[in-house]
């Protein structure tokens, strides 16, 4: 449990510290996993007993207490499962893919946790099956370091390539006004010159940009920008649509209904939402599932990585759940 630091001389001390950081990265795999997996998955990992498990859609999880079953994953399998993008899981497409784990209901959290996190995560759930992590997080941490090194010489190499072009373009402008009368100087134009140095600086650019983000993110969480207050107006017939697209992808894509309930079906996890059409704000509703985080920083809900789109079609199909108030299931009048 504890990690007790004391001096020590010699091979020895190198073990016991080696062995003190992997407690360390154990300890904090088991919080994470306590708070955004245990209430569908058990503390233990067994089946049953997590407080979701009963409401829970099937399929169900398999249990990650049993070697048996989970030493059939890899340790890359079990991160992409966590940290994989949400995709539609009635498109056949996603489903026949074999390298994709098409479950909706088991939520993604790329767009929540550092990939250092759920890698901690990864290392804590080989635990609860009596195994531990192989795979090489050090050295992943160094490809990304390295990737980012040469992405940003390259970029400058661009750069001064860039201004090198530009000030040779300019020198030369201004060698041909210089030849020109005051006459011709009046009644010219000077044009546009390309410089195909700017392409290739601007792409090197994105290049720096992305692997950047890749190495802090890496032991960063990953952070959107505040989300811009939406345009939600829309066509009647318009809106019909968006309230099919959004009831599906809320099922099909997104897995909602694995945390939250309508009409007393679904997960525990989250309020009901049945009547989130009179309760909540559709801006606001959009906002939060968008990036939850930003609202309440340490809620159980994860960062889906919703596209705008999917955002607005969600949004509108929320507002269309405005069920009575009553807990009593509806009755027909027949
Ligand atoms: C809303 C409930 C829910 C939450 C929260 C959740 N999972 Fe899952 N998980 C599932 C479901 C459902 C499956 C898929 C079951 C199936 O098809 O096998 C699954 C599958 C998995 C699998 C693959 C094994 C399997 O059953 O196929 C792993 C590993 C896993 N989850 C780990 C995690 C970890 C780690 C977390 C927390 C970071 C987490 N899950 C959070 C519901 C959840
Ligand atoms: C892993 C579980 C989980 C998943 C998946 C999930 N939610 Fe949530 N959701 C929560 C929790 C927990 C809360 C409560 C927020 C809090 O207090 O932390 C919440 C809150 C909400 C609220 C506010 C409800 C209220 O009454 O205040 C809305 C709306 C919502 N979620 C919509 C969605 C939608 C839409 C999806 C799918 C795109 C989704 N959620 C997926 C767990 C989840």
């Given at each position: 449990m504890f990690c007790v630091k004391v001096v020590l001389v010699g091979a020895l001390a190198s073990v016991l510290i080696a062995g003190c950081a992997g407690d360390e990265k154990t300890a904090k795999g088991k919080h994470l996993y306590n708070h955004y997996c245990s209430h569908c998955h058990g503390e233990s990992g067994a089946q049953g007993e997590g407080f979701n498990w009963e409401r829970m859609p099937d399929p169900r999880p398999k249990n990650l207490a049993s070697q048996a079953e989970m030493s059939t994953f890899s340790d890359e399998e079990i991160f992409h499962t966590i940290s994989r993008e949400m995709r539609d899981t009635s498109d056949p497409a996603v489903q026949n893919d074999d390298n994709y784990f098409a479950v909706s209901t088991m939520p993604t959290f790329k767009y929540t946790l550092s990939e250092e996190e759920i890698w901690s995560i990864v290392g804590y759930v080989r635990t609860l099956h009596g195994m531990s992590l192989t795979y090489d997080l050090g050295s992943r941490k160094q490809e990304l370091e390295q990737l980012f090194q040469s992405?940003?010489?390259?970029?400058?190499?661009?750069?001064?390539?860039?201004?090198?072009?530009?000030?040779?373009?300019?020198?030369?402008?201004?060698?041909?006004?210089?030849?020109?009368?005051?006459?011709?100087?009046?009644?010219?134009?000077?044009?546009?010159?390309?410089?195909?140095?700017?392409?290739?600086?601007?792409?090197?650019?994105?290049?720096?940009?992305?692997?950047?983000?890749?190495?802090?993110?890496?032991?960063?969480?990953?952070?959107?920008?505040?989300?811009?207050?939406?345009?939600?107006?829309?066509?009647?017939?318009?809106?019909?649509?968006?309230?099919?697209?959004?009831?599906?992808?809320?099922?099909?894509?997104?897995?909602?209904?694995?945390?939250?309930?309508?009409?007393?079906?679904?997960?525990?996890?989250?309020?009901?939402?049945?009547?989130?059409?009179?309760?909540?704000?559709?801006?606001?509703?959009?906002?939060?599932?968008?990036?939850?985080?930003?609202?309440?920083?340490?809620?159980?809900?994860?960062?889906?990585?919703?596209?705008?789109?999917?955002?607005?079609?969600?949004?509108?199909?929320?507002?269309?759940?405005?069920?009575?108030?009553?807990?009593?299931?509806?009755?027909?009048m027949e």
């Open positions: 992405a940003q010489q390259e970029m400058e190499q661009a750069k001064s390539a860039f201004e090198a072009a530009e000030q040779k373009v300019a020198a030369a402008q201004a060698a041909k006004e210089a030849a020109m009368t005051d006459e011709e100087l009046e009644n010219y134009e000077p044009e546009e010159v390309e410089i195909p140095e700017e392409e290739a600086f601007t792409q090197a650019s994105v290049k720096f940009e992305s692997a950047k983000s890749d190495f802090e993110g890496f032991s960063k969480r990953p952070r959107k920008a505040q989300i811009p207050r939406p345009d939600l107006t829309i066509s009647e017939e318009a809106l019909a649509q968006q309230v099919e697209l959004g009831k599906k992808l809320y099922s099909e894509k997104y897995g909602c209904h694995g945390c939250h309930s309508l009409n007393e079906e679904g997960g525990l996890v989250g309020p009901a939402l049945d009547r989130a059409g009179f309760r909540l704000n559709p801006t606001w509703i959009y906002r939060w599932i968008l990036y939850p985080q930003s609202m309440k920083k340490h809620t159980r809900m994860p960062n889906l990585g919703i596209t705008n789109d999917d955002a607005k079609a969600l949004t509108y199909y929320l507002g269309t759940l405005r069920a009575p108030k009553s807990e009593a299931p509806v009755t027909s």
